[in-house]
């Protein structure tokens, strides 16, 4: 997946903003908070990062071409790295983006996912289903 289509599905995604920051990364935010990060650019410690559940860390951390997340793992935060291209297939490496912008999203105080026309606990599998549902759809 490359810089355009990750902001072409990252955009597709309801309320989502992105700055370009951190050395020029196209940063994808829900609300204030950080969903996926994509700098391909680099040539070090480049590729696309995503936010993951506790068992889908554990699962997508012993594939090869994606690892532990520069920075936020070592924080301990559940962040992976996909740095090798083709490692996951694109409709899969979509699929853990919404995951990533679910956990986030649910996450974030119930007046601002209000404020945001999001609904109040997004992480509630109905929530979860119509999000990816939708993302295999456009992706298949």
Known sequence: MDRKLFNGFCSSLPE?????QWRGSQ???IGYR???IENWHRERLGGITFKASEASFEHLKEIKGIRRAPYFASRG???VQYYLPNSLPHNILERYIAKSY???????PS???RELNLPVQI???SASATLLAG???ESG
Do not use: E, I
Request: hydrophobic share 45%; glycine share 0%.
């Open 111 to 113: 007046k601002l996912q």
């Open 102 to 108: 679910l956990v986030v999203s649910s996450s974030l």
């Open 16 to 20: 989502t903003t992105y700055v370009t």
């Open 135 to 137: 993302v295999t759809q």
């Open 77 to 79: 935060l559940k962040w």
């Open 34 to 36: 950080v969903f996926a």
């Open 27 to 29: 940063v994808w935010k």
């Open 123 to 125: 992480d509630r599998p």
